[in-house]
């Protein structure tokens, strides 16, 4: 791999410096030297703490007016990178060992690759599910933190919609791999286009593979890569009750955008699904705020 080639690292902030503190402690002490920028972009209401600036001279910091969502923030990033390729990085993330230089190695021998993501665990060490198929009516029932799931993680439908469990340490070509990490071609986001805006936040990584490989290009999930350590949810938990309101409607916009089922019967079906599980945790997520 030569020299020229850097790898931009990108994190969407919503209050949660003391998780973003640990996750640039690990990126900058693993990563080392460091191979391009890092940018840090602020979605909530108040500013960084001059604590974390002085800390970490060297990360462009932005605290945007207004509440711009994942995606278009993602866009953001995008729009200041300017290396070869863009990580994008969830602030809740520790790295546990170095990964930026083996994903840019891999790329980089694997030319119809435009996005691989790592190996995530969970805080207690086990397999994050971070590599999925493409959602189904079924992935309502069958998700990554849904009941029977969890009663029976065995079944053959969440094992086709969560791929990341396999014992393997080779990278394999999946539907799509979560935001939390994920290393990205620019030369693909060129073709493709950057992060749809309309999810506001939710899916807009699920879609964005989706695009890519629409035209051609790969989705690989290397669980060789890593291991880095996610804590989900740092930031939804500042606004459990938009969090939990803008899951649903982005996963049934998911679903209107691909629809190919006949008279979009599939899009109803998904529509009346989406407002019963909506209602359905809508009380055990009022309870959490309490």
């Not at 030569?2 to 410096?17: H, P, Q, T």
């Not at 994008?88 to 996005?115: I, Q, S, W, Y």
Request: charged letters at 20%.
């Amino acid at each position: 791999m030569g020299s020229f080639v850097k790898c931009d690292v990108g994190i969407v902030s919503y209050r949660c410096f003391d998780r973003l503190s640990m996750c640039l402690e690990s990126l900058l002490s693993m990563e080392r030297p460091f191979p391009g920028k890092v940018l840090v972009f602020e979605n909530g209401p108040e500013g960084f703490p001059s604590s974390l600036e002085k800390r970490f001279p060297q990360v462009t910091f932005r605290k945007n007016r207004q509440n711009l969502g994942f995606a278009r923030t993602c866009n953001e990033i995008i729009k200041a990178s300017v290396a070869p390729y863009i990580c994008f990085l969830n602030p809740d993330t520790v790295l546990k060992r170095p990964f930026l230089g083996r994903a840019m190695h891999f790329l980089e021998c694997n030319r119809e690759v435009a996005v691989v993501g790592p190996r995530i665990v969970n805080p207690d060490g086990t397999v994050q599910e971070s590599a999925r198929g493409f959602p189904r009516l079924s992935t309502a029932f069958f998700g990554r933190t849904c009941l029977l799931t969890r009663f029976m993680p065995s079944n053959p439908v969440s094992k086709r919609n969560l791929q990341a469990g396999y014992s393997s340490a080779q990278p394999i070509e999946v539907d799509w791999v979560t935001g939390a990490c994920m290393v990205v071609r620019r030369r693909a986001i060129r073709e493709v286009g950057g992060f749809d805006e309309g999810f506001f936040m939710y899916w807009e990584d699920c879609d964005w593979c989706t695009r890519f490989r629409s035209i051609g290009w790969k989705v690989l999930y290397h669980p060789g890569l890593g291991p880095i350590e996610h804590h989900s949810g740092s930031s939804s938990k500042k606004a459990r009750l938009k969090s939990h309101f803008w899951f649903h409607k982005s996963a049934v916009r998911l679903y209107l955008k691909y629809d190919v089922s006949p008279f979009h019967l599939g899009s109803v079906l998904a529509v009346a699904g989406g407002i019963a599980r909506f209602l359905m945790f809508l009380p055990m997520v009022i309870a959490s705020m309490e």
